[in-house]
């Protein structure tokens, strides 16, 4: 995670986490009582109410982001839940960092960075001068006395994106902690505990992120361009209908089965839903090739992960336990949002994790 010069003298009383979507904003406060987290506030707001464009775009591999639109939202979202904490984590989306690992030899704590840096000269291909990387250890001991090869987990952000953050944040009149990569912040609020291997998928708008972690330890994150927008692409085309109706569509059949054949969305979308889990099953095999283990239990995170049907129909094509992302469990709430908040917990589950980090 990438921090920045100030530093939190005390763990706040109240943090906010903030994830820029490709079709979303979503914010979310939370608050510290002793040990407790509690769910002190949440807001989003959909690009429909702010442009017919995408927040974010991709040009020449480049982010590009509407800085002053994005901050209008914020401030907006702000406003109408009477969110006064000013504390920010902000996410970084998969397709705008890069993730790579690699071994190294035994080494001091104070030797590794140099070290990286010299290595991942290999692995990524932009000048280390445009970039900003972050790392973690996610086997072996840093040490002068350590004896083993130390796997290390890379990121690479461009510094033109955390530049364009960093004015996101003075537009909106926030004070921006840090910058995550999804995959940490997607990772936070699901591992509870959990001592298997578990991947969490996020099925976003525009991508799919698989990531495995190990005793609640990111081992390995890869992105790959099959989407949620893409299944409502196939359904409006298919269907012949507006893309409006065809999210209303997939959204209420999913992969339900019916008896009308004119009805059956699930034959229109499956060939695409396949391709989603072809995919993440190559992943599951690398990673079984490279560590020796295979995943056990699977958590589907993002708005696709609540598509009627999804859920069970992975469970049976992956032979694995399947869930659905609920980033609230351990926090306080009223009662009365339980509902609420199942349904929309997988398209908060980044929110909740970067406003987590914050209260650590």
């Not at 351990?330 to 009662?335: D, G, L, Q, T, V």
């Amino acid at each position: 995670m990438i921090r920045f010069p100030f530093k939190i003298k005390k763990t706040p009383k109240n943090f906010l986490g903030i994830d820029i979507g490709t079709s979303s904003i979503r914010v979310v406060e939370l608050g510290r009582k002793g040990q407790t987290r509690e769910l002190k506030n949440y807001g989003e707001i959909k690009i429909q109410s702010l442009q017919k464009s995408a927040f974010r775009t991709i040009e020449e591999d480049t982010l590009l982001l509407s800085d002053r639109e994005i901050a209008r939202a914020i401030s907006a979202i702000m406003r109408e839940t009477g969110i006064q904490t000013r504390e920010v984590n902000f996410s970084i989306p998969d397709f705008a960092s890069f993730f790579t690992n690699f071994e190294l030899p035994p080494m001091s704590e104070k030797e590794l960075p140099q070290a990286i840096r010299y290595e991942a000269r290999s692995y990524i291909p932009l000048p280390l001068s445009e970039i900003t990387l972050d790392w973690s250890v996610v086997e072996g001991d840093v040490s002068n006395k350590a004896k083993t090869p130390l796997k290390i987990l890379v990121v690479a952000i461009p510094n033109e994106i955390i530049n364009q953050y960093q004015k996101i944040a003075s537009f909106s009149g926030l004070e921006m902690k840090a910058l995550e990569a999804e995959a940490f912040a997607l990772a936070r609020p699901s591992i509870k505990n959990e001592k298997r291997v578990i991947s969490v998928i996020d099925i976003g708008a525009r991508s799919t992120t698989c990531n495995v972690l190990e005793k609640g330890i990111l081992k390995i994150s890869h992105s790959f361009n099959l989407s949620g927008n893409e299944l409502t692409e196939v359904l409006s085309r298919s269907l012949k209908i507006g893309y409006e109706a065809a999210e209303e569509l997939k959204g209420s059949m999913g992969l339900i089965t019916v008896e009308e054949p004119e009805k059956n969305v699930r034959e229109i979308l499956l060939p695409l839903v396949d391709s989603i889990i072809s995919e993440i099953k190559k992943i599951f095999q690398g990673f079984y090739q490279q560590e020796g283990k295979g995943v056990e239990k699977v958590i589907l995170a993002g708005a696709t992960a609540l598509l009627p049907g999804l859920r069970e129909y992975f469970a049976e094509e992956l032979k694995k336990e399947v869930e659905v992302s609920n980033p609230f469990w351990s926090m306080a709430y009223p009662p009365i949002l339980e509902e609420t908040l199942k349904e929309m917990g997988p398209t908060y589950t980044v929110a909740v994790g970067l406003a987590l980090k914050g209260l650590e």
